[in-house]
Nanobody, 120 residues
Framework: QVQLVESGGGLVRPGGSLRLSCAAS????????IGWFRQAPGREREGVSC???????LYDGSVKGRFTISRDNARNTVDLQMNSVQPEDTAVYYC??????????????WGQGTQVTVSS
């Protein structure tokens, strides 16, 4: 079964940047539709951004204009560039295949998550 692996999390100061990557352990056509989700302590998991087979993207309103989702075909990853991060972006970030069209959830394979902490 294909596995997803997230990387790039860490500690970053408010206003800083971080780039997360999601890689698949093997080729899967499901990798064409990928979503990034996050879960902060005490909060429900929420959709952050999704990219679909046709190249369309969706962003949650809280990250629109600050985060960018993209494919890196050379590395076979789906990346989430996070700019101007804020303490409220602190969460465990997950990538998953088969996101819903609203990017609110995903029904495919989930990664193990990577911690992002925004703090001065």
């Amino acid at each position: 079964q294909v596995q997803l692996v997230e990387s790039g999390g860490g500690l970053v100061r408010p206003g800083g940047s971080l780039r997360l990557s999601c890689a698949a352990s093997e080729f899967t056509p499901d990798f064409q539709n990928i979503g990034w989700f996050r879960q902060a302590p005490g909060r429900e998991r929420e959709g952050v951004s999704c990219i679909y087979r046709d190249g369309s993207t969706l962003y949650d309103g809280s990250v629109k204009g600050r985060f960018t989702i993209s494919r890196d075909n050379a590395r076979n990853t789906v990346d989430l560039q996070m700019n101007s991060v804020q303490p409220e972006d602190t969460a465990v970030y997950y990538c998953a295949t088969d996101p819903t069209i609203s990017c609110s959830d995903a029904y495919g394979t989930w990664g193990q998550g990577t911690q992002v902490t925004v703090s001065s």
